[in-house]
């Protein structure tokens, strides 16, 4: 049910920047480390949408990978690297620096108009 509440997530979001115009393409960024399965928001999306101004819009995809960071040395890395230490300074004291996005990047709506809604 994790992308139930995402897509009603989205479809505030785009709701009220769309102010009544019908929305055709929601961009999203979305982090690896959400774990969101596209298909699966996909299906719940168009539920949500239903008699909204996002009925029948496509979603689009921007998956940001999963990166770390050293917070004593700012060191950043990928996850595919299979320890939660810096490769440089060897220290344990990270924090994730990417990968838990999801940001709907920008809609495109009936007059073929870009909104950013941040
Ligand atoms: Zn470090």
């Not at 997530?9 to 785009?14: D, E, G, R, S």
């Not at 115009?21 to 928001?41: A, F």
């Not at 949408?49 to 819009?57: F, K, Q, S, Y």
């Not at 004291?93 to 809604?117: H, K, M, N, R």
Request: with cysteine; hydrophobic share 40%; aromatic share 6%.
């Amino acid at each position: 049910m994790h992308e139930l509440s995402l897509s009603s997530a989205v479809v505030n979001t785009v709701v009220k920047h769309a102010k009544g115009r019908r929305v055709e393409v929601v961009s999203l960024r979305i982090g690896r480390l959400r774990q969101v399965v596209p298909d699966t928001l996909d299906f719940y999306f168009d539920f949500v949408a239903r008699d909204t101004v996002c009925d029948g819009a496509r979603l689009e995809y921007e998956i940001i990978e999963a990166r770390l960071r050293c917070k004593p040395c700012a060191q950043e890395w990928g996850i595919e690297i299979p320890a939660f230490r810096c490769p440089t300074c060897g220290g344990s004291d990270v924090e994730v620096a990417s990968g838990d996005e999801f940001e709907v990047e920008s809609i495109e709506v009936e007059e073929a108009e870009c909104i950013a809604p941040r």
